[in-house]
């Protein structure tokens, strides 16, 4: 039986699980989505992009969905502080994902080429936006969020939508629009022919190399970014509340937990490299390695960010002590114990059932296969 402090431990390694899976599946099609425009320039090659995602883009949001029954389960109050902070961009993200499901499956129904080129913009926008939010909204944990509790635990807000558009949370938006970019370019790149495919093999050659100078300079800037670290904290192992700890605010110290465990530079290097391999390997022609590669990418970048935050979760900009860490705004000991004897027998079957499908759903889409499978094809 694992002690509370393990399992606090345990839950934060199983929610990174389900965001990075979320965004090496979920990832790929929205990126695809953000290059449909560009990479598809008649009927037939738009339709062989969206039907190279179009079988599997429904079972990869299966991950953001279990992320969020899990954050709400493990982390109450991390749940609640964020969707109320959030709430308006929470709003834009699922309006724009909207667009998503009504784009595929009504977007061939009619052959007007003014309906289909509408919805191929609805696409467009139902990537693009997620990409753009979810880097803000990382990036805004690195600046603070504005909440705060009292002696009582009520917890109260500050400011409202418009100052999550800060600089460098934009600047966020966009390494992580750049590296799903990439990672959709590189599935394109292994799952179509002729015209798409040269067209997406140039994608990640340039996004391959945007992305790693994006995330370098983005850790030049972390660097200069006010960092926050626990001075004094109660018994990791039994309930503390957030307001029972200390915390200490100084410049640079987002990067401390790389200094304190040396192994860690292996996430950035492996963001930076694995986008820089993808670029080589699209140059090169090879498929497999340079989609292995945009992976590679996803992992470190988000790792990085996982690991520079710990042990915070939601940081707050009004009050320090008030942040959230995965000591104080986790679920009670005997629920996350519960909930961690479902996991172990759910994860393994929705990684198996996922795998299952993309092995049936493998292979090259092209023009002629969707023109021929009138009933089945996008």
């Known amino acids: 039986m694992m002690d509370y402090e393990t399992l606090k431990l345990v839950w934060w390694g199983l929610i990174a699980v389900l965001l990075l899976g979320f965004a090496l599946t979920g990832g790929f099609d929205l990126g695809a989505a953000v290059l449909l425009p560009f990479v598809g320039r008649s009927d037939d090659e738009r339709r062989v992009a969206i039907n190279a995602i179009g079988p599997t883009w429904e079972g990869n949001q299966t991950w953001l969905i279990t992320a969020g029954g899990a954050i709400f389960a493990a982390w109450p109050l991390v749940y609640a502080a964020a969707f109320s902070v959030f709430y308006i961009a929470f709003m834009l993200l699922l309006f724009a994902l909207f667009l998503r499901p009504v784009g595929f499956d009504y977007r061939s129904k009619v052959a007007d080429p003014r309906w289909r080129s509408t919805w191929d913009w609805g696409l467009f926008i139902g990537g693009l936006v997620p990409a753009i939010l979810c880097g803000v909204a990382i990036g805004n944990l690195f600046v603070g969020l504005s909440f705060q509790f009292d002696d009582s635990m009520r917890v109260s807000y500050g400011t409202g939508f418009f100052a999550l558009l800060n600089p460098f949370s934009l600047f966020c938006g966009l390494v992580s629009l750049a590296m799903l970019v990439l990672h959709g370019a590189t599935f394109l790149f292994l799952r179509t022919d002729a015209d798409v495919e040269k067209r997406a093999r140039l994608a990640v050659i340039?996004?391959?190399?945007?992305?790693?100078?994006?995330?370098?300079?983005?850790?030049?800037?972390?660097?200069?970014?006010?960092?926050?670290?626990?001075?004094?904290?109660?018994?990791?192992?039994?309930?503390?509340?957030?307001?029972?700890?200390?915390?200490?605010?100084?410049?640079?110290?987002?990067?401390?937990?790389?200094?304190?465990?040396?192994?860690?530079?292996?996430?950035?290097?492996?963001?930076?490299?694995?986008?820089?391999?993808?670029?080589?390997?699209?140059?090169?022609?090879?498929?497999?390695?340079?989609?292995?590669?945009?992976?590679?990418?996803?992992?470190?970048?988000?790792?990085t960010a996982g690991l520079a935050l710990f042990p915070f979760v939601l940081p707050s900009s009004l009050d320090a002590n008030s942040s959230l860490t995965i000591w104080d705004s986790v679920s009670s000991e005997k629920t996350l114990a519960i909930m961690l004897g479902i996991v172990v027998l759910f994860l393994p079957i929705i990684s198996i059932y996922t795998t299952w499908v993309y092995r049936v759903m493998r292979g090259t889409v092209t023009i002629d296969q969707i023109r021929n499978e009138t009933h089945t094809s996008y």
Do not use: C
Request: proline share 4%.
């Open 206 to 303: 340039g996004a391959g190399l945007l992305t790693a100078v994006l995330f370098g300079l983005g850790g030049i800037w972390v660097r200069q970014l006010a960092g926050m670290h626990i001075a004094q904290i109660g018994d990791v192992n039994g309930v503390i509340t957030p307001l029972s700890k200390l915390v200490q605010v100084s410049e640079g110290r987002w990067l401390a937990n790389f200094d304190t465990w040396p192994i860690a530079w292996l996430a950035p290097l492996a963001g930076v490299g694995g986008a820089l391999l993808a670029a080589l390997f699209g140059g090169l022609r090879w498929k497999w390695p340079a989609f292995l590669s945009s992976g590679l990418t996803i992992a470190g970048i988000i790792l």
